[in-house]
């Protein structure tokens, strides 16, 4: 069975860092781009980043550029997100999904809850 695991989530203070791991069970991610989606309760899930089979492509929405980077290891079959100077409103359940660049996944995981607050 296909698998998305993700973690690395947590409660820190604006402006600090988080890494974000997704570990994928059951198939391959080198037969897929991946992306990370995030959800806050109470409105629709909400792309943030995605990343190419190769790695050589990655793209992010427009709040978090320059302080998001998307990372694979194929071999390793994770997909990592580096988040930088987080604000308060980067708070939210944090997926990892499997699909084409920009999409909301086909397959996502259960989550990982980031929250940033002073």
């Known amino acids: 069975e296909a698998q998305l695991e993700e973690s690395g989530g947590g409660l820190v203070r604006p402006g600090e860092s988080l890494n974000l791991s997704c570990i994928a069970s059951?198939?391959?991610?080198?037969?897929?781009?991946m992306n990370w989606v995030r959800q806050v309760p109470g409105k629709e899930l909400e792309w943030v980043s995605g990343?190419?089979?190769?790695?050589?492509?990655?793209s992010y929405r427009d709040s978090v550029k320059g302080r998001f980077t998307i990372s694979r290891d194929n071999t390793k079959n994770t997909v990592w997100l580096q988040m930088n100077n987080l604000k308060t409103e980067d708070t939210a359940m944090y997926y990892c999904?499997?699909?084409?660049?920009?999409?909301?996944?086909?397959?996502r995981g259960q989550g990982t809850q980031v929250t940033v607050s002073s």
């Open positions: 999904a499997k699909g084409f660049i920009g999409s909301l996944g086909s397959l």
């Open positions: 059951g198939f391959s991610i080198s037969e897929s781009s």
């Open positions: 990343i190419s089979i190769g790695g050589l492509q990655t």
